[in-house]
């Protein structure tokens, strides 16, 4: 496995038993979360894991920076923060709202 499988699948652990914790502490409910849930939260953290290799090979790689075109590369860049905004903000939602 490469590093960023076991990046992943730590970040995962971790994020699922923040997840139970802070909703333990809110007085939450725990039992409306099932394996669903906590495969959407693990698909998240492997698009922002993703989303910020992206980010970092854009703007480190000279060939990618080419090949792209100056102006394109803020575009690129924007694409990956905007996909680590929505994995925040989904892992916040099952944090502290109320699952159907």
């Keep these: ?10 970040l995962t652990f971790a994020i699922i038993l923040f997840i139970l914790i802070t909703r333990k502490l809110l007085n939450k409910p725990l039992g409306n979360l099932n394996l669903v849930h906590f495969l959407a939260v693990a698909l998240e953290i492997y698009a922002a894991l993703s989303s910020s290799q992206l980010i970092w090979q854009a703007l480190t790689n000279q060939e990618l920076q080419k090949l792209l075109g100056g102006e394109n590369i803020p575009v690129l860049i924007l694409g990956g923060v905007a996909v680590i905004w ?6 916040y939602k099952l944090c502290t709202e109320r699952q159907p």
């Excluded at 496995?1 to 730590?10: C, E, F, N, S």
């Excluded at 929505?86 to 892992?91: D, G, L």
């Design 1 to 10: 496995m490469t590093l960023i499988l076991y990046i992943w699948v730590g």
């Design 86 to 91: 929505i994995a925040i903000r989904e892992v």
